[in-house]
């Protein structure tokens, strides 16, 4: 089945800089790769998904990339502010023919903006 | 917010004995899951759902069993609780295999 890695597993950064979060996948197959944040207490959302026919997708200060020859997309916030601080979480799924879909989620990484 | 509850929020309960887990939904999506959170795992699929008594296992599905008679519920059933099963259980939803799956709240589990 899928694998999903995700690094760093925490990231401290001053506000108003740059967060990477990088994922590689295992599956080649893998054709829709969502970002999701998670606020202590609640479940994740989504913030930004990405699917196999496109290299990278924006929204505001947030963009994901997409290698499909390396297998590996990365999740990138600009100009971090103190709300950013959560856990991330990258994921990986395939769409099948039977219509069965299920994501596999990386481990995750919490994310510190410092004031 | 996307319509779902999970109940309960909060459970301890002794091992050995049966729990079942409820997720409600509103939104009419055809595809329901259950995920275990776990610190170092991130969220692992135990098993998932694509229509009204259709459902299959994921990663982690030894111990769990599942039922979804009606589109908006799908339940999470432990048999025989364990230690190992003390975990925080999310139900989540998608309209299409291509869209994006929306989560519940969780349900914090201890097994004791």
């Known amino acids: 089945g899928e694998n999903v890695e995700q690094h760093p597993s925490t990231l401290s950064v001053q506000e108003g800089d740059s967060a990477v979060i990088k994922c590689t996948y295992s599956d080649s197959a893998s054709n829709y790769f969502p970002w999701y944040k998670q606020e202590l207490g609640k479940g994740p959302q989504l913030i930004i998904d990405i699917r196999s026919n496109v290299g990278e997708k924006k929204d505001q200060r947030i963009a994901v990339t997409l290698n499909k020859t390396a297998k590996h997309f990365s999740l990138h916030i600009t100009e971090t502010q103190p709300e950013d601080s959560a856990v991330y979480f990258c994921?990986?799924?395939?769409?099948?023919?039977?219509?069965?879909?299920?994501?596999?989620f990386g481990s995750g990484t919490r994310l510190q903006v410092q004031p | 917010d996307a319509g779902i509850t999970q109940s309960p929020r909060h459970k301890v309960t002794e091992t050995g004995t049966p729990v079942t887990l409820r997720c409600h939904q509103t939104?009419?999506?055809?595809?329901m899951y259950w995920y275990r959170q776990d610190p170092g795992h991130g969220l692992r699929l135990i098993h998932y759902s694509y229509g009204v008594k259709d459902t299959d296992k994921g990663e982690v599905s030894d111990g769990y069993s599942v039922s979804r008679s009606k589109t908006e519920d799908f339940l999470l059933t432990l048999e025989s609780a364990t230690s190992s099963q003390t975990s925080v259980y999310f139900c989540?939803?998608?309209?299409?295999?291509?869209?994006?799956?929306?989560f519940g709240q969780g349900t914090r589990l201890t097994v004791v």
């Open positions: 939104e009419n999506h055809r595809y």
């Open positions: 994921a990986a799924s395939k769409g099948m023919d039977t219509g069965r879909r299920a994501l596999t």
């Open positions: 989540a939803i998608s309209e299409s295999r291509n869209t994006e799956a929306f």
